[in-house]
């Protein structure tokens, strides 16, 4: 009967937190169920930045929901697009706005939407940089162009990424390492919109010295990790010799 009772509770508990979930989401998906469903699949859901922190309002009053007084600021216009994500993507927009892309944007020209998606952004990387994307405006060329030449530190900076996991698995301290990284790769990428290949390839000399560096320090916490692994393996195969002598001795002792 305890235990009976006890799953009746649990599953009580459990309908209450999945209808308070749903109480805290239904003032937005009232009215915008399509949308969350993309908003699901983005980089800004998967970290915590929700309808309210880009849109304004109370999120969780239907009253104050769409309250300027509460700040709401609704869906933006084509050309307040830059300052509405630049709000918090600053040093993009500050990139953007001095491209041909933003130049063009009173005639047509593409906002961060035209490439990033209004509610279903991915993770930045370069691979947005594709034939499909770019020539649905233009040729593929300069992009193409663009693209080849961040492409190696692209790579490195994601091989790097790897590497201060593994190290952070084994035990060291790799927040600065990834604070730096972290701060290199938003710099790497807010290239990507100032489209000019001149100064890309010119930034990209400045931004491959960073992971050099980070190259040099991470690979000196790997050298220091064989090490100990080195030795804790030797420290083993002395104790195993040590047990095997002790055990010879003492069979040695006692048969005579």
């Not at 993309?38 to 969780?60: E, F, L």
């Amino acid at each position: 009967m305890k235990k009976c009772l006890r799953t009746f509770f649990a599953f009580c508990l459990l309908l209450f937190a999945s209808s308070t979930t749903l109480a805290q989401e239904s003032v937005c998906l009232t009215c915008h169920e399509d949308i969350a469903k993309d908003w699901r699949q983005s980089i800004h859901a998967a970290n915590g930045i929700s309808c309210n922190n880009c849109h304004g309002g109370d999120p969780k009053n239907l009253d104050n929901a769409m309250d300027p007084k509460m700040g709401f600021v609704g869906k933006p216009s084509e050309m307040e697009v830059p300052a509405f994500c630049g709000k918090c993507h600053v040093g993009v927009k500050e990139n953007y706005t001095k491209s041909a892309h933003s130049i063009n944007l009173v005639r047509g020209g593409p906002s961060c939407v035209t490439c990033h998606t209004a509610h279903k952004q991915k993770r930045a990387a370069i691979s947005l940089i594709s034939e499909d994307l770019c020539a649905s405006c233009h040729s593929f060329e300069r992009a193409e162009k663009i693209k080849n030449s961040m492409l190696m530190s692209e790579t490195e900076i994601t091989g790097l990424e790897k590497r201060l996991e593994a190290l952070r698995i084994q035990g060291y301290d790799v927040r600065p390492s990834k604070k730096l990284l972290f701060a290199t790769r938003n710099q790497f990428h807010r290239l990507t919109h100032v489209v000019d290949v001149d100064l890309i390839l010119k930034e990209t000399t400045g931004i491959q010295s960073e992971i050099e560096r980070l190259k040099t320090e991470i690979s000196g916490n790997e050298a220091t990790e064989i090490k100990r692994k080195i030795f804790g393996a030797i420290f083993i195969i002395f104790l195993l010799i040590g047990a095997v002598i002790f055990w010879w001795y003492r069979n040695t002792i006692l048969s005579e």
